[in-house]
């Protein structure tokens, strides 16, 4: 058995991250590279995931390099998978970290605003895990990891599609650990709380708004990004190997509160 701190090392394992160019996607790409990961940096713009992995390589932390697509799109995603195939023969963890929101009540929302959501937040993740999935069969071994959210477990006015889309991803992860477990792959969520990024800057810039989530939160503060790496280092490593479809949440006890 291999010393503990060992086994949460992911030297040699090729990990795709999603969304990766800013915000959970490019906190959890520098933790897999700090961790020894080869990570592979998914966004839709070139200019921001070049800068995401120079930020990474001076870090000095593990290997990064950057494939460019949208994660909605299936002709960019099928060149995506391929051409990470063609370079590395293999795919050890995917995280599938993208994530759109439209915060507006469900009568002012488009239908093609809805099916937007739903296409990018849900039919993304799933053609995004099918990809990997046929990277990782003939190896039998791999590691799903979507990034969900509280919501679903809890909810708010003027979310429902996105947080239709994220149960809908917390189903799919369970439905995975199912069916590819014993083909050496697991499949688990992290659902995250309320962390500090761009989407969340019109609530972060609004005083009683920004202390209502703190007050939500029995740690008394939002997430900063950072914080979020660990739960992804820890699913994606060895250390996680029994770890099989589970929801890890990462939301400063926010859930647990009456
Ligand atoms: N922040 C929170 O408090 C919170 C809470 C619960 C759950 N989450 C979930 O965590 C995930 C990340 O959230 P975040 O706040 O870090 O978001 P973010 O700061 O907006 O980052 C989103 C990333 O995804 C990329 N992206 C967006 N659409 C894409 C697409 N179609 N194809 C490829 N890349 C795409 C963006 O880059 P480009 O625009 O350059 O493509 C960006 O790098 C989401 O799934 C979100 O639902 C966040």
Redesign the pocket.
């Given at each position: 058995m291999l010393p503990m701190l060992a086994r949460f090392a992911l030297t040699d394992r090729v990990a795709l991250v999603?969304?990766?160019?800013?915000?959970?996607?490019?906190a959890i790409a520098e933790g897999l590279a700090g961790a020894g990961a080869l990570v592979v940096l998914?966004?839709?713009?070139q200019a921001?995931l070049d800068e995401a992995a120079r930020r990474i390589a001076a870090t000095g932390a593990g290997a990064v390099e950057t494939e460019r697509?949208?994660?909605?799109d299936s002709a960019e995603r099928s060149r995506g998978f391929a051409a990470i195939a063609e370079r590395h023969g293999r795919l050890d963890v995917l995280v599938n970290?993208?994530?759109?929101?439209n915060r507006k009540p469900l009568l002012d929302l488009a239908e093609d605003e809805i099916r937007t959501l739903i296409e990018?937040d849900l039919t993304?993740g799933i053609m995004l895990s099918r990809e990997a999935v046929r990277l990782m069969l003939p190896r039998r071994s791999g590691r799903l990891i979507a990034?969900t959210?509280?919501?679903g477990a809890v909810a708010r006015p003027a979310d429902s599609v996105y947080t239709a889309a994220?149960a809908g991803l917390t189903g799919m992860v369970r439905a995975l650990a199912a069916e590819y477990g014993k083909h050496g792959i697991t499949s688990n969520a992290i659902a995250?709380?309320?962390?500090a990024?761009?989407?969340?800057s019109a609530l972060l810039a609004d005083p009683a708004i920004r202390s209502y989530f703190e007050g939500r939160t029995p740690i008394g503060r939002w997430g900063r990004?950072d914080e979020i790496a660990g739960a992804a280092v820890f699913l994606a490593s060895d250390a996680a190997s029994y770890v099989n479809g589970h929801v890890l949440t990462v939301d400063g006890g926010a859930t647990i509160l009456m």
């Open positions: 999603t969304g990766a160019a800013r915000g959970l996607g490019f998914n966004g839709r713009d921001s697509f949208d994660v909605a970290t993208v994530g759109q929101r990018t993304a990034v959210s509280i919501a994220k995250p709380g309320f962390f990024t761009e989407p969340n990004p």
